[in-house]
């Protein structure tokens, strides 16, 4: 069974920085795309970044955010700087579903997620 575990949340003062890892097990790695999701209460899950043969962003964070991947370590990593309080969520790691070359952005497009790892930013 494919599990996905994210660490390195935690409160952090505006403009600070923060960097999430998600290791990966019973998954040949290198052969999916991952992405990043976050969820602030009360609100939808949104997309965050993701990773495959490019990178891509969600706008209100690009320039902000870095997504990269270690295959040899099953890992995907998120480095965040420059964080403001409207990134409080909780940030979820995800493994795309196999499939036309394309950016996915939808959090249907993802099989498998990781349990949450939260982000707290205060001003």
């Known amino acids: 069974q494919v599990q996905l575990v994210e660490s390195g949340g935690g409160v952090v003062q505006a403009g600070g920085s923060l960097k999430l890892s998600c290791v990966a097990s019973q998954l040949t790695f290198t052969n999916y795309g991952l992405g990043w999701f976050r969820q602030a209460a009360g609100k939808e899950r949104e997309f965050i970044a993701a990773?495959?043969?490019?990178?891509y962003y969600e706008d209100s964070v690009k320039g902000r955010f870095t997504i990269s991947r270690d295959n040899a370590k099953n890992t995907v990593y998120l480095q965040m700087n420059s964080l403001k309080p409207e990134d409080t969520a909780v940030y979820y790691c995800?493994?795309?579903?196999?499939?036309?070359?394309?950016?996915?952005?939808?959090?249907?497009?993802?099989?498998?997620w990781g349990q949450g790892t939260q982000v707290t930013v205060s001003s």
């Open positions: 995800a493994v795309q579903r196999p499939g036309p070359s394309m950016e996915a952005r939808a959090p249907g497009l993802y099989d498998y």
């Open positions: 990773i495959s043969g490019t990178t």
